[in-house]
Protein backbone atom coordinates (compact mmCIF):
# COMPACT_ATOMS: atom_id res chain seq x y z
CA UNK A 1 0.00 0.00 0.00
CA UNK A 2 1.51 3.21 -1.33
CA UNK A 3 -1.27 5.78 0.90
CA UNK A 4 -3.57 5.93 3.30
CA UNK A 5 -6.04 8.30 2.86
CA UNK A 6 -8.83 9.28 6.21
CA UNK A 7 -11.82 11.00 6.18
CA UNK A 8 -13.16 11.95 9.10
CA UNK A 9 -16.53 11.91 10.68
CA UNK A 10 -18.82 10.34 13.34
CA UNK A 11 -20.15 7.42 12.69
CA UNK A 12 -23.61 6.18 12.13
CA UNK A 13 -26.95 7.23 10.39
CA UNK A 14 -27.52 10.31 13.13
CA UNK A 15 -24.38 12.32 11.52
CA UNK A 16 -24.30 11.00 7.89
CA UNK A 17 -25.25 14.69 6.92
CA UNK A 18 -23.41 17.08 9.17
CA UNK A 19 -20.95 19.74 8.21
CA UNK A 20 -18.59 17.63 10.08
CA UNK A 21 -18.97 14.44 8.11
CA UNK A 22 -17.48 16.19 4.70
CA UNK A 23 -14.55 13.87 5.24
CA UNK A 24 -16.77 10.96 4.92
CA UNK A 25 -18.17 12.04 1.98
CA UNK A 26 -15.78 13.01 0.24
CA UNK A 27 -14.07 9.52 0.58
CA UNK A 28 -17.34 7.39 -0.52
CA UNK A 29 -17.46 9.78 -3.67
CA UNK A 30 -14.00 8.92 -4.12
CA UNK A 31 -14.45 5.13 -3.73
CA UNK A 32 -18.11 5.20 -5.71
CA UNK A 33 -16.25 6.98 -8.78
CA UNK A 34 -13.04 5.51 -8.41
CA UNK A 35 -14.21 1.56 -8.57
CA UNK A 36 -12.87 0.78 -5.28
CA UNK A 37 -13.94 -2.33 -3.51
CA UNK A 38 -16.74 -2.92 -1.04
CA UNK A 39 -16.48 -1.00 2.87
CA UNK A 40 -15.04 -3.24 5.18
CA UNK A 41 -14.56 -3.07 9.48
CA UNK A 42 -10.78 -2.97 9.58
CA UNK A 43 -8.59 -0.90 11.93
CA UNK A 44 -11.62 0.09 13.88
CA UNK A 45 -12.67 1.75 10.99
CA UNK A 46 -14.56 1.52 7.73
CA UNK A 47 -11.52 0.51 4.92
CA UNK A 48 -11.51 -0.14 1.06
CA UNK A 49 -8.45 -0.61 -1.15
CA UNK A 50 -8.02 0.47 -5.06
CA UNK A 51 -6.26 2.35 -7.01
CA UNK A 52 -6.43 6.13 -7.53
CA UNK A 53 -3.83 6.22 -11.29
CA UNK A 54 -0.82 4.03 -10.36
CA UNK A 55 -0.93 4.61 -6.55
CA UNK A 56 -2.07 1.51 -4.18
CA UNK A 57 -4.51 3.47 -1.90
CA UNK A 58 -6.03 2.20 1.74
CA UNK A 59 -9.44 4.70 2.12
CA UNK A 60 -10.18 4.74 5.92
CA UNK A 61 -13.64 6.36 7.45
CA UNK A 62 -12.65 5.60 11.50
CA UNK A 63 -15.83 4.78 13.61
CA UNK A 64 -14.46 5.73 16.88
CA UNK A 65 -15.97 9.06 16.96
CA UNK A 66 -14.12 12.09 16.17
CA UNK A 67 -12.36 13.44 19.20
CA UNK A 68 -10.63 9.20 19.07
CA UNK A 69 -9.58 9.24 15.04
CA UNK A 70 -6.31 9.26 15.86
CA UNK A 71 -6.34 5.60 17.75
CA UNK A 72 -7.65 4.10 13.71
CA UNK A 73 -5.45 6.13 12.05
CA UNK A 74 -2.24 4.82 13.75
CA UNK A 75 -3.56 1.37 13.57
CA UNK A 76 -3.40 1.51 9.88
CA UNK A 77 -0.69 3.29 9.53
CA UNK A 78 1.62 0.89 11.17
CA UNK A 79 0.19 -2.01 10.32
CA UNK A 80 0.39 -0.97 6.33
CA UNK A 81 4.13 -0.07 7.23
CA UNK A 82 3.65 3.60 6.25
CA UNK A 83 5.31 7.19 7.79
CA UNK A 84 2.86 10.11 8.50
CA UNK A 85 3.92 11.84 5.29
CA UNK A 86 2.22 8.62 3.43
CA UNK A 87 -0.93 10.46 5.56
CA UNK A 88 -3.40 12.24 3.67
CA UNK A 89 -6.44 12.96 5.97
CA UNK A 90 -9.88 15.32 4.32
CA UNK A 91 -11.67 17.18 7.21
CA UNK A 92 -14.17 19.97 7.47
CA UNK A 93 -12.40 23.33 8.11
CA UNK A 94 -14.57 26.34 9.51
CA UNK A 95 -11.82 28.88 8.82
CA UNK A 96 -12.82 28.38 4.87
CA UNK A 97 -15.62 29.80 3.17
CA UNK A 98 -18.29 26.88 1.84
CA UNK A 99 -16.95 25.45 -1.04
CA UNK A 100 -13.21 26.16 -0.38
CA UNK A 101 -10.31 23.49 -0.71
CA UNK A 102 -6.64 23.92 0.85
CA UNK A 103 -4.20 21.46 0.73
CA UNK A 104 -1.33 21.38 3.62
CA UNK A 105 1.18 19.36 5.26
CA UNK A 106 2.11 19.76 9.20
CA UNK A 107 1.36 22.79 11.24
CA UNK A 108 -1.23 22.87 14.00
CA UNK A 109 -4.95 21.10 14.61
CA UNK A 110 -6.74 24.40 15.17
CA UNK A 111 -8.93 22.77 17.79
CA UNK A 112 -10.43 20.23 15.67
CA UNK A 113 -10.79 17.22 18.25
CA UNK A 114 -10.23 14.58 15.16
CA UNK A 115 -6.66 16.25 14.43
CA UNK A 116 -5.68 16.79 17.56
CA UNK A 117 -6.47 12.78 17.80
CA UNK A 118 -3.91 12.24 15.12
CA UNK A 119 -1.58 14.17 16.52
CA UNK A 120 -1.81 12.32 19.86
CA UNK A 121 -1.18 9.03 17.63
CA UNK A 122 1.18 10.10 15.12
CA UNK A 123 2.41 13.18 15.26
CA UNK A 124 1.64 16.65 12.83
CA UNK A 125 4.00 15.71 9.60
CA UNK A 126 0.64 13.98 7.33
CA UNK A 127 -0.87 15.85 5.03
CA UNK A 128 -4.35 17.73 5.24
CA UNK A 129 -7.29 18.60 2.88
CA UNK A 130 -8.77 21.18 4.47
CA UNK A 131 -12.76 21.41 3.14
CA UNK A 132 -14.25 24.77 4.05
CA UNK A 133 -17.59 24.76 5.38
CA UNK A 134 -17.76 28.29 6.73
CA UNK A 135 -17.88 29.57 10.35
CA UNK A 136 -21.25 30.35 12.08
CA UNK A 137 -19.65 33.46 13.80
CA UNK A 138 -19.94 32.83 17.02
CA UNK A 139 -17.43 30.66 18.52
CA UNK A 140 -20.36 29.52 20.95
CA UNK A 141 -22.12 28.30 18.21
CA UNK A 142 -19.42 26.13 16.30
CA UNK A 143 -20.38 22.55 17.98
CA UNK A 144 -24.19 22.81 17.01
CA UNK A 145 -23.35 24.14 13.68
CA UNK A 146 -20.83 21.21 12.54
CA UNK A 147 -23.05 18.75 14.53
CA UNK A 148 -26.10 20.22 11.91
CA UNK A 149 -26.85 18.57 8.51
CA UNK A 150 -26.01 21.07 5.79
CA UNK A 151 -28.58 23.41 4.69
CA UNK A 152 -30.59 22.61 1.18
CA UNK A 153 -28.87 25.32 -0.27
CA UNK A 154 -25.50 24.00 -0.18
CA UNK A 155 -26.43 20.79 -2.17
CA UNK A 156 -24.88 22.89 -5.04
CA UNK A 157 -21.51 23.48 -4.31
CA UNK A 158 -21.24 20.44 -1.87
CA UNK A 159 -21.56 18.17 -4.84
CA UNK A 160 -19.56 20.43 -7.12
CA UNK A 161 -16.57 20.47 -4.31
CA UNK A 162 -16.90 16.37 -4.04
CA UNK A 163 -16.82 16.03 -7.89
CA UNK A 164 -13.65 17.67 -7.88
CA UNK A 165 -12.51 16.27 -5.24
CA UNK A 166 -13.03 12.64 -7.13
CA UNK A 167 -11.83 14.76 -10.22
CA UNK A 168 -8.23 15.37 -8.61
CA UNK A 169 -8.05 12.13 -6.21
CA UNK A 170 -5.29 10.35 -8.38
CA UNK A 171 -3.11 13.46 -8.53
CA UNK A 172 -3.82 14.08 -4.64
CA UNK A 173 -2.52 10.27 -4.04
CA UNK A 174 0.19 10.92 -6.60
CA UNK A 175 1.19 14.08 -4.30
CA UNK A 176 0.51 16.33 -7.21
CA UNK A 177 -1.14 18.82 -5.00
CA UNK A 178 -1.60 21.81 -7.97
CA UNK A 179 -3.29 19.54 -10.42
CA UNK A 180 -5.55 18.53 -7.49
CA UNK A 181 -6.12 21.88 -6.62
CA UNK A 182 -7.20 23.00 -10.50
CA UNK A 183 -9.54 19.79 -10.89
CA UNK A 184 -11.23 21.16 -7.98
CA UNK A 185 -11.50 24.88 -8.94
CA UNK A 186 -12.80 23.54 -12.61
CA UNK A 187 -15.62 21.79 -10.46
CA UNK A 188 -16.46 25.03 -8.22
CA UNK A 189 -15.40 28.03 -10.40
CA UNK A 190 -18.28 27.11 -13.11
CA UNK A 191 -20.61 27.42 -10.13
CA UNK A 192 -19.86 30.49 -8.61
CA UNK A 193 -20.87 32.29 -12.17
CA UNK A 194 -23.51 30.37 -12.70
CA UNK A 195 -25.92 33.11 -12.28
CA UNK A 196 -27.26 34.36 -15.60
CA UNK A 197 -25.43 37.66 -16.68
CA UNK A 198 -27.53 41.09 -16.25
CA UNK A 199 -28.31 42.50 -19.39
CA UNK A 200 -25.34 45.58 -19.19
CA UNK A 201 -27.85 48.79 -19.53
CA UNK A 202 -27.45 50.39 -22.86
CA UNK A 203 -25.01 53.24 -22.69
CA UNK A 204 -26.88 56.37 -22.37
CA UNK A 205 -27.95 58.36 -26.13
CA UNK A 206 -26.33 61.90 -26.47
CA UNK A 207 -29.19 64.04 -26.71
CA UNK A 208 -29.53 65.49 -30.11
CA UNK A 209 -28.49 69.20 -30.25
CA UNK A 210 -31.37 71.56 -31.16
CA UNK A 211 -31.51 72.86 -34.86
CA UNK A 212 -30.65 76.63 -34.47
CA UNK A 213 -33.94 78.43 -35.07
CA UNK A 214 -33.74 80.78 -38.10
CA UNK A 215 -34.55 84.48 -37.23
CA UNK A 216 -37.99 85.10 -38.13
CA UNK A 217 -39.26 87.65 -40.74
CA UNK A 218 -40.91 91.26 -40.43
CA UNK A 219 -44.62 90.00 -41.35
CA UNK A 220 -43.79 86.23 -39.55
CA UNK A 221 -43.28 89.17 -36.20
CA UNK A 222 -45.98 91.02 -37.34
CA UNK A 223 -48.26 87.94 -37.77
CA UNK A 224 -46.89 86.59 -34.15
CA UNK A 225 -48.01 89.95 -32.55
CA UNK A 226 -51.63 89.93 -34.24
CA UNK A 227 -51.78 86.34 -33.00
CA UNK A 228 -51.43 87.29 -29.21
CA UNK A 229 -53.57 90.51 -29.51
CA UNK A 230 -56.21 89.73 -31.32
Not at 4 to 14: D, E, M, R, T, Y
Not at 55 to 73: A, E, Y
Not at 157 to 172: N, P, T
Request: aromatic residues 6%; contains cysteine; positive net charge.
Amino acid sequence: MDKLIVGLGNPGAKYAGNRHNIGFMALERIAADHGFGPWKARFQAQATEGRLGDTRVMLLKPQTFMNLSGQSVGEAMRYLKLTPADVIVLHDELDLAPGKCRVKRGGGHAGHNGLRSIHQHIGADYGRVRLGIGHPGDKDRVSGYVLSDFAKADADWLDDLLRGISDGAAALAAGDEARFQNAVAARIAPARNSGAERPAKPAPQPTPPAEPQQPQSLADRLKSLTDRFW
